[in-house]
């Protein structure tokens, strides 16, 4: 099941990027450049309908975003890749290495435990970012 929600929104995904559709505006969509939250962070919405948000990202470097929360799985695709170091609100951390042009799975599991997140690198780190609003 997992594997067909992540290969129907990649399928998506990909649909969408080599076209400049409009992007659909509405109330629940992530906020526009720069991110009131993360004033560092620029995110720009892409598409969001009832199943699923797809925003990008931009991560610039030694810019911490504050602790939070995901309430959904999501599909990161690496646009320009780099190390982002997750610091959990316990104190523990750990690292990840996206590489560029690749996929990745983060479950809802995960996204739960309180985090920020650091770009550990000396370049911006973008990523196309597709949350899957009715997966477990």
């Known amino acids: 099941?997992?594997?067909l929600i992540f290969r129907s929104a990649l399928v998506g995904l990909l649909?969408?990027?080599?076209?400049k559709a409009p992007?659909?505006?509405?109330?629940s969509a992530p906020a526009a450049t720069?991110?009131?939250?993360?004033?560092?962070?620029?995110?720009?919405?892409?598409?969001?309908?009832?199943?699923?948000?797809v925003w990008k990202t931009v991560v610039p470097p030694n810019a911490p975003l504050t602790m939070h929360t995901h309430q959904h799985p999501r599909v990161?695709?690496?646009?320009?890749g780099g190390t982002m170091k997750v610091v959990y609100e316990d104190g523990g951390?750990?690292?990840?290495?996206?590489k560029t042009g690749k996929a990745y799975w983060l479950p809802k599991s995960e996204g739960m435990k309180r985090h920020a997140d650091v770009n550990a690198g000396d370049k911006p780190i973008e990523v196309m970012v597709v949350e899957l609003k009715k997966a477990d």
Request: glycine share 0%; aromatic share 6%.
């Open 1 to 3: 099941m997992h594997t």
């Open 76 to 80: 990161i695709v690496a646009l320009s």
């Open 23 to 27: 992007v659909s505006q509405n109330a």
């Open 34 to 53: 720069p991110s009131a939250d993360h004033p560092a962070l620029q995110r720009t919405p892409q598409f969001e309908n009832d199943d699923v948000a």
């Open 93 to 98: 951390t750990e690292m990840h290495d996206w």
């Open 15 to 19: 649909l969408l990027l080599p076209f």
